[in-house]
Each structure stands twice: as C-alpha cells, then as structure tokens.
C-alpha cells in the first residue's frame, strides 16, 4: 500500500506543486531523498592505485574514462604503456586494465589491501572524487544517449523511450528515481552512473571527509591544472609520472566526449530557458547543489 501513496505522491508532487509543463512558482525544493534507503547511497566506482596509497572515485560524466585510465597506467605501469597507443581512446580507454584494479566500495579495497581493516585506508590512502555542475553532467550524458547514441546500439533502453525529447526524459528520470525506495523501479546502474545525483555514489556521504573534491570545469586548461596539481599534492607519484599523466590528458581524444559539439549547447539552452526543466533538474539534483554548493 505504501509504493502506491508514494507513487501517487510524486505524480501529485510534479503536477501541483511545480506544475505541470511551464510553471512559474516559486517553489521550496523537496529533498526526494526521503523516499530512499540507505542501499540507494552505497553505490559506486573506485579504482585504486595500491603503489601511491590513492583511489578515486569515478562517476559518469565526470572525467571517468580518463580516470579509469590514468589509474590503470598507475597500477600497472607495463601493461599500459604496451597497449595505450593502439586502442580506442588512447590513454583514456577503460579496456586495458580490465578493471583488476576497480572495486565497488572502500570495504572491498580494504579487504583487498588493508585485512578489511578501513579505518587504515581511509587515514592512510588519499581518495579523489571529481564532481560536475548538475546541468553540465546531465546535459553531456542526455546528448551522448540519447541524441547522438554515442557507444551503443540504436534501440538502447537507457532513454526511457524518451528519444530526443527533454522533457520527456526528465520526467521519467524523476519517476525513476523517486520511486526507487518504493520497489516500483529498481537500481539501473548504467542509468545510476551517467544520470543519478553525485552525492549518492561512491558512498560519498559516508566517507565525505576523506574525500579530496575535484570540480570538473568547462574551461579543460583550469580544470587539468588543478586535477595534475591534486595528484602531486595527494600522492607520491614521481613527477616524471605526473609529467606523463600531462601528456596523456592533453594528447587522448574521447569519442563519447560532448562537450565541444554545438548540439550539446543547444539542449543546454533548451533547459536553462524553460523552468518547468529547471525545477525538475533543482529536484532530481538537490542533494548534488546542497553538498557541493553548486548555484541553483
């Protein structure tokens, strides 16, 4: 009986307090967090390199092939120089290492490193988490999917039969996510790593203090600068190393990269210029804007 009253509720939610299609109000945003569980703030992606005594945390949208392959080049070093120029996406291709050094959780990592003891890794391992603005994140991962169908097969379900339309989307994405804590939808990781809040991965909520937070900018140059400066501050890598790292980030093409293309501005335009999206993007992402004081 529950799963029906909060279903109801969040039809009710869209429909009269933010209004149906083009609302004006001026809202107070409700946290859609209260209708979750705990399980629904443990999931995530970590790759670790053992050697330099650092993880970080990768999210979709975020810098994450390339993280996926720098991490993998510090894991094991001659496996990656030996195939990095060969493959798809060069120094940013997530195949090399064959995820041998990713893990779901910090317990897993110190099971694996530490005889399960995570209060070691946490004090003495450096974790780096890269975060993107909300629309910026949303917007590369809608464009990517579901307009321009980069990396997957043409009948993905991954849009939720949405296709190119926004609105649509969002809404479904709102759907999806408010009833999670009712078991009227269920975790769809691919869709959980490209589109649901940040704040919600890679138990960031448990382990916010031990994060060392990264933003992901539009401006590459002042972004790679501070993400190069972060990994000669927080680990012992060697600087020959990081001047490799340097060459790797400015010398890899991503294929499913989106934000250099004109369409990715135009459906951002078409956002930021209808409030109904707006207010369903405050909504879905609140817990990202409170956590990382993103302007709303």
């Known amino acids: 009986m529950l799963h029906i009253y909060l279903f109801f509720f969040s039809l009710l939610y869209l429909t009269f307090v933010k209004g149906y299609d083009n609302s004006t109000l001026n809202i107070t945003q409700i946290s859609i967090t ?3 569980k705990p399980e629904h703030f443990t999931l995530g992606y ?3 390199a053992p050697k330099y005594n650092l993880t970080s945390c990768y999210i979709g949208k975020s810098l994450s092939s390339m993280t996926i392959g720098l991490f993998c080049y510090l894991y094991d070093e001659k496996k990656f120089l030996a195939n990095y120029k060969t493959v798809i996406n060069g120094g940013a291709n997530r195949r090399i290492c064959n ?6 959780s910090i317990s897993n990592i110190s099971k694996e490193y530490t005889n399960g003891n995570k209060t070691e890794i946490l004090k003495n391992w450096k ?3 890269i975060i993107r603005e909300p629309v910026s994140r949303f917007i590369s991962g809608f464009v990517q999917l579901c307009v321009l169908n980069i990396g997957l097969e043409i009948n993905h379900p991954y849009c939720f039969n949405c296709k190119k339309n926004l609105k649509c989307f969002l809404k479904k994405l709102y759907y999806h996510i408010i009833n999670l804590g009712s078991n009227l ?3 769809d990781k691919f869709i959980m790593y490209h589109f649901y809040p940040q704040s919600w991965q890679c ?3 448990k382990y916010k203090d031990n994060y060392k937070i990264i933003l992901y900018t539009s401006n590459a140059k002042e972004f790679y600068k501070e993400y190069l400066l972060k990994l000669e501050e927080e ?3 060697p600087k020959d190393k990081i001047k490799f790292i340097k060459q790797l980030i400015y010398n890899s093409k991503i294929i499913h990269s989106t934000s250099d293309k004109k369409i990715t501005k135009y459906y951002e335009n078409k956002l930021l210029k209808n409030e109904y999206l707006i207010s369903l993007i ?3 992402y609140i817990n990202d804007y409170e956590e990382f004081n993103f302007k709303i």
């Open 34 to 36: 209260k209708f979750l």
């Open 46 to 48: 970590h790759v670790i």
């Open 282 to 284: 405050k909504t879905i």
């Open 235 to 237: 680990s012992l890598i």
């Open 127 to 129: 974790h780096l988490m």
């Open 185 to 187: 939808t269920k975790i």
């Open 203 to 205: 138990e960031y909520l």
């Open 99 to 104: 995820s041998k050094n990713s893990y779901s």
